[in-house]
C-alpha cells in the first residue's frame, strides 16, 4: 500500500457519487486515471485491505432485524458452541471477546419474529442462556480509519 | 418510506458491491433492464432516506493497521444517556455507538462505543477521553476486545 493506495482509500470512505462516470469523476479528484483508480481499487479488494466496495444499505430502514447478543461459552465447551452459533445463517458475524460473556454475535433477519426465533433456538441448541442486547438507540454508525 | 419492487432489485444488485466499470451504474441498470437513469434517480432517494448510509469503501482495520479494536462499555443514567451519547459519538475515533439494554446484575452497561487504535497507548488513550466527557455520569465501564473473529459474513437481506 503506497500514497497513492492511502488516498483512494481515505477519499472513498467517505461517499462515492451517483453519476454517468463517477469513477472519472473520483479519479480527477484524485489526480489519478480512470483506469488506474480502477486497477488500483481491484487490487485493495483482491488484497483484502478493502473489505468491499458499493452502497452500506440500513438493515432496518430496509424491513429487516438485527440484534447483538452474547453467551458465555464455557473454555471446555467454546468450539462447540462456535460451531452451533455458526451454523445459524442468521448469524452475520461472531466474536470472540476477552470477558465472562466470551462470544459475541450479530444475528441479522429479514423479521423481528426471526431474531426471537432464532435467539431461542440458540438457547436450546446450546442450553447457554442468551444476553440480546438489541439497540435502544444509535446515536452514530460510520466508520473511518485513516489510512 | 417503502420500498417497492425497483429499489429491491438494485438492492439485491448492490449489496456485494458496486460493479468496477467505467460506468457502473449503466452496468446495473442493463442486468437488471432498467435505464441508468432509474437506478441513479432511485439510488439518489435511497441514499437521501437513510437507507443507503453511504455509498464508500470499508476498510479492513487489521490491514490498515488498527489491531485494537475495542469495545468500550459504560453504565450511564438512563436520563442522561441520550445527550451523553450523542457527544460520544461525535469523537473521531469511535465508529458505532448505540444505547443498548443492561442485564443487571451481571450486565450494567447501557453505552456501547467502538474505537480502534495503532496501538494500546492510542486506545487508552481513547478510552480516557470517553471517561472525561461522561465525567460524574460515568458509573462503571469496561473494555472487551476481540480475540478472534469466528465468523465474517456480510449482511444479506434476502427480503
Redesign the interface.
Known amino acids: 500500500?503506497d500514497e497513492i493506495d492511502r488516498r483512494?482509500?481515505n477519499a472513498?470512505?467517505?461517499?462515492?457519487p451517483?453519476?454517468?462516470?463517477?469513477?472519472?469523476r473520483v479519479a480527477g479528484q484524485l489526480g489519478l486515471t480512470?483506469p488506474a483508480l480502477?486497477e488500483r481499487?481491484?487490487a485493495?479488494?483482491d488484497?483484502?485491505?478493502?473489505?468491499?466496495?458499493?452502497?452500506?444499505?440500513?438493515?432496518e430502514?430496509?424491513?429487516?432485524a438485527?440484534t447483538?447478543a452474547a453467551v458465555k461459552a464455557p473454555p471446555e465447551h467454546f468450539d462447540e458452541v462456535?460451531d452451533i452459533?455458526?451454523a445459524f445463517p442468521e448469524?452475520?458475524?461472531?466474536?470472540?471477546?476477552?470477558?465472562?460473556?466470551t462470544?459475541?454475535?450479530v444475528i441479522?433477519t429479514?423479521t423481528p419474529e426471526q431474531i426471537r426465533q432464532t435467539l431461542s433456538a440458540i438457547e436450546q441448541q446450546t442450553g447457554l442462556t442468551v444476553?440480546?442486547?438489541?439497540?435502544?438507540?444509535?446515536?452514530?454508525?460510520?466508520?473511518?480509519?485513516?489510512? | 418510506?417503502t420500498?417497492d419492487e425497483t429499489d429491491r432489485a438494485i438492492?439485491h444488485a448492490?449489496?456485494?458491491?458496486?460493479p468496477?466499470?467505467?460506468?457502473?451504474?449503466?452496468r446495473i441498470a442493463e442486468q437488471l433492464g432498467l435505464t441508468?437513469e432509474i437506478v441513479?434517480t432511485r439510488?439518489?432517494a435511497?441514499?437521501e432516506?437513510?437507507?443507503?448510509?453511504?455509498?464508500?469503501?470499508?476498510?479492513?482495520?487489521y490491514?490498515?493497521g488498527?489491531r485494537f479494536n475495542g469495545?468500550t462499555v459504560w453504565n450511564v443514567p438512563d436520563e442522561v444517556?441520550?445527550d451523553l451519547?450523542?457527544q460520544?459519538?461525535?469523537l473521531?475515533f469511535?465508529?458505532?455507538?448505540?444505547?443498548?439494554?443492561r442485564?443487571l446484575p451481571?450486565?450494567p452497561y447501557?453505552l456501547?462505543a467502538m474505537v480502534?487504535g495503532k496501538t494500546q497507548t492510542d486506545v487508552d488513550q481513547q478510552i480516557r477521553q470517553i471517561s472525561d466527557l461522561l465525567g460524574d455520569a460515568n458509573l462503571g465501564c469496561?473494555v472487551?476486545?476481540?480475540?478472534?473473529?469466528?465468523?465474517?459474513?456480510?449482511?444479506?437481506?434476502?427480503?
Open positions: 500500500m483512494i482509500i472513498l470512505q467517505v461517499g462515492f451517483i453519476c454517468d462516470a463517477p469513477y472519472q480512470e480502477l481499487l481491484q485493495l479488494l488484497n483484502g485491505t478493502l473489505s468491499r466496495f458499493g452502497p452500506l444499505y440500513h438493515a430502514l430496509m424491513g429487516g438485527l447483538l462456535t452459533i455458526n448469524v452475520a458475524h461472531n466474536y470472540a471477546r476477552n470477558h465472562a460473556l462470544m459475541w454475535f441479522a429479514e444476553y440480546n442486547m438489541p439497540k435502544i438507540n444509535e446515536y452514530f454508525v460510520g466508520l473511518k480509519l485513516e489510512a | 418510506m420500498l438492492m448492490t449489496q456485494a458491491g458496486l468496477l466499470t467505467p460506468q457502473p451504474y449503466q441508468a441513479m439510488m439518489t435511497m441514499q432516506q437513510g437507507i443507503i448510509r453511504r455509498i464508500g469503501a470499508v476498510p479492513n482495520h490491514k490498515l488498527y469495545m444517556i441520550d451519547g450523542q460520544v459519538g461525535k473521531e469511535v465508529s458505532h455507538c448505540y444505547h443498548r439494554p442485564h451481571e450486565w447501557n456501547f480502534h469496561e472487551l476486545y476481540s480475540t478472534k473473529i469466528l465468523k465474517k459474513t456480510g449482511f444479506r437481506s434476502r427480503g
